[in-house]
């Protein structure tokens, strides 16, 4: 563990360990960038519902997609990013930080949304893929036009495939409680996630939907329990500590569990789980209120990777210039586009494939040589702009860089 340096102020009640989490300066590890890449290429794939190569995602391998595995990472980022400051004594500056961010992410958010809508709308008008405005949340804003145009900029009414963005928003508003909790200690900052995840079970709470009666498919009560492991994971390994520490028992049970997820999701066993006297948002797989077997396997797969030989094999090989690292790195331009990008493949997909206006989305067919077409142009463009940031951030000079 790297020592602390004792002319850095902190305050009193930051943890010596928690000041050497933020104080060392780790080279950047690329198999973080590398999984985030992996991630955002997944979610791309599976945005486009129907092609050919959505079933080599790994949502088709176990109980759990790529939102999990995204937001879990997503905390391991927040702790890179702000621990420094909340170590150096800087609590103010790091979460001014942290509410700029989130602002950054709402208004890309409200930006993709309204480019979204224009892609949908422009494929209505010119491509004959009308029907789609009856899918996607998207039919509200036709019957119900002022309340909608409200519910958008309050994030209250949102658009299928555009609804990410306000649950990392709302995390980002989350992130000074959490990281004042783990100042205190890592354990009472889990102790609280899980009393708010269980809270959210047992209650329904949820954030509320307007104008349609409802709530968020993304409950933010849920899911920043995920996030807060992410952010755990994120100190100890600042602390030199590692990740989680490997013990074998628990290393072949939760390997046990993800044979076990992958053959109830490979023999299609949806539906077979004994009903238990407990929320059923808590015992099925419930995804927006991330159900115990979701979570359970979401922990799995990142404990069983992280202590697999596929780890030091990546640290190995891994470069900054590996194209998933790329994507990684620059995660919120490249989902931005990435999203939009998805959205102009189902419309091309559903211009192609339904010939009388009557294919219901779900149902749309794979087509090999235009889901290869679509699939490998979307990857290509994103990771040309992940390497055109890239270079634009090494042309900067090194203030400038240090100050981003």
């Known amino acids: 563990m790297t020592t602390a340096d004792p002319s850095v102020a902190r ?25 985030r890449g992996l991630a955002l290429a997944s979610i791309f794939i ?65 930006s993709n949304t309204a480019v979204g809508l224009g892609l949908f709308a422009a494929g209505a008008l010119w491509l004959g893929t009308a029907p789609l405005l009856n899918e996607l949340n998207l039919p509200l804003l036709f019957s119900d036009t002022a309340r909608t145009l409200v519910g958008i900029p309050l994030m209250t009414h949102q658009i299928g495939y555009f609804n990410i963005l306000p649950l990392y928003v709302t995390l980002l508003l989350m992130l000074p409680a959490i990281l004042a909790l783990v100042t205190i200690g890592p354990r009472v900052a889990l102790a609280a996630s899980l009393a708010v995840y269980a809270l959210s079970h047992a209650s329904g709470l949820n954030v509320p939907t307007f104008p ?11 899911w920043q329990l995920i996030f807060t492991i992410g952010i ?50 808590f015992v099925g797989n419930d995804k927006t209120y ?5 979570l ?30 790329l994507i990684g790195r620059h995660a919120l331009p490249v989902f931005w586009t990435g999203t939009l990008l998805s959205v102009a493949g189902l419309i091309v997909r559903y211009a192609v494939l339904d010939q009388d206006g009557t294919l219901p989305m779900p149902e749309m067919p794979p087509l090999l040589w235009l889901d290869t077409v679509l699939v490998a142009a979307g990857l290509a463009i994103q990771v040309a ?20």
């Open 11 to 35: 305050p009193g009640n930051v943890p010596a360990s928690f000041a050497a989490a933020g104080l060392a300066k780790p080279a950047r590890d690329h198999r973080i960038d590398f999984f």
């Open 46 to 110: 599976n945005h486009m519902p129907g092609n050919a190569f959505e079933r080599l995602t790994h949502k088709n391998f176990g109980i759990t997609d790529s939102a999990e595995i995204f937001v879990l990472l997503a905390g391991v980022a927040a702790a890179f990013a702000y621990l420094p400051g909340i170590a150096a004594g800087q609590y103010g500056a790091a979460v001014w930080r942290a509410l700029q961010r989130a602002v950054t992410l709402y208004l890309a958010h409200l």
């Open 212 to 222: 349609a009666e409802g709530s968020w498919y993304f409950n933010p009560l849920a």
């Open 232 to 281: 755990l994971i994120g100190w100890r390994l600042r602390a030199g500590l590692g990740g989680v520490p490997y013990v074998a028992p628990l290393f072949w049970l939760a390997a046990a569990y993800l044979v076990a997820c992958f053959s109830y999701t490979w023999f299609n066993l949806w539906g077979l789980l004994p009903d238990l006297p407990l929320p059923a948002t």
């Open 290 to 294: 991330v159900a115990i077997a979701r």
């Open 296 to 325: 359970a396997h979401v922990l799995a797969l990142v404990y069983v990777v992280g202590h697999s030989p596929l780890m030091p094999w990546l640290s190995a090989r891994l470069t900054p210039r590996n194209p998933l690292v």
């Open 385 to 404: 702009l992940a390497h055109a940031l890239d270079r634009f951030e090494r042309g900067k000079p090194a203030v400038v860089r240090a100050a981003a």
